[in-house]
């Protein structure tokens, strides 16, 4: 079989790429062990790249044992030892796996766009890997609140360090019980990316969502709309996204003038009722709220219309990711979109760049922008906060059956 040079639509380094195509040459047994590869200036021609480029290629498959050279000036050899130790040297069925390890139960949109995000870089760039999917989705279900259970992430985890993969893109559960086993896959050399939130405590690659300017930003507008008293309601769950979101809240408000009050910070992801009780009993409650996430959101905007408080003629609500952009239905909800599709692509495009150049480099941590969109469930507050969060005198004992 003979391999095909078309290396016009680059996603890495040409020298990396000039090194996975002569790899790919070699394990299809188009150059033999012991065997010359052709000259620089024949590949040079052939591969539409300078010589600079086809020398570098060398030298980093000199340095992965693949090719040997007597010297300068000399042509390199396809290593003897690819031979011996039955090529080795080539990745197996299981280390052409890229193991994608995240919840992705019915109608989580933010995984399925961050899967689909992993798959389209993989299919771009032409990358002989299969992508596998480790649905944690199960932890979810057995808990009451947003917090994972970090046990079904221990068992995927130590079956990737049993069997081997080309790589892994996590959405860890931030518990500590998975630390050990995410160290030894890294001693192992898998490349490990995470996405969404990371842990001060492993030192790996991460793709995310720049959750503090994002969160400044829905804050800020909330306070150009007029409000002053903002609530934000937040997951049990302590992550990094999660705190970024808070420190953005707490910079929207000191860089208007506004008085950070902690008793307007709430966690109380479900249900959304407790949080709506407990702002109601304020002398001054809230006028508008920041919701951690868009469901928590659509939870207070459900709730509130059942305690008769209306969004968003007297409580405005804003949340975070835009799940409404994927429905068939134009969107109510004013929030921020994060961007899952990128999230997922970049994260596949630094497993692929670890796969290419495996020599150490400092890891990366990538923030994307998001956007935010403003709809029908922010508007500006009445006259005074009372007036505006007006629950009925007896629905706090009788509640709504």
Known sequence: MVIASDLSKRRLPAYLEVSQNLRERIEAGQYAPGEWLPAERDLAVEMKVSRPVIQAAFKHLREEGVLTQQGPGHRPRVSDQIGAMGNQGSPGPKSQTIVAIMSNGPGLVCGHNILHGINTALRETEAPYQLVIYDTDEAYKQRNDDATDPSWERKYLEQVERDGAAGVILFHSAGKETTPVIARIQQQGIPLVMIDRYSDDIDCDFVGTDNRSAAKAAVEHLIELGHRRI????????????EERLAGYRSALEANG??????????????????LEYFSK??????AIFAVHDFVAFELIHEAEKMGIRTPEDLSIVGFDDIESYGPR????????????????????????????PAPRANRHIFLPATLIIRSSSAAPRSTAKDNFVVPADFLTKGDG
């Open 231 to 242: 609530g934000y309601v937040l997951a049990s769950e302590r992550v990094t996204s999660v």
């Open 258 to 275: 506004i008085r950070y009050a902690p008793e307007l910070v709430m966690s109380a992801c479900s249900p959304a009722r407790p949080a």
């Open 282 to 287: 304020m002398e001054k409650p809230p006028t």
């Open 330 to 357: 134009a969107g109510i909800l004013t929030t921020v979109r994060q961007p899952f599709l990128e999230i997922g692509r970049r994260a596949a495009e630094l497993v692929l760049s670890r796969q290419s150049a």
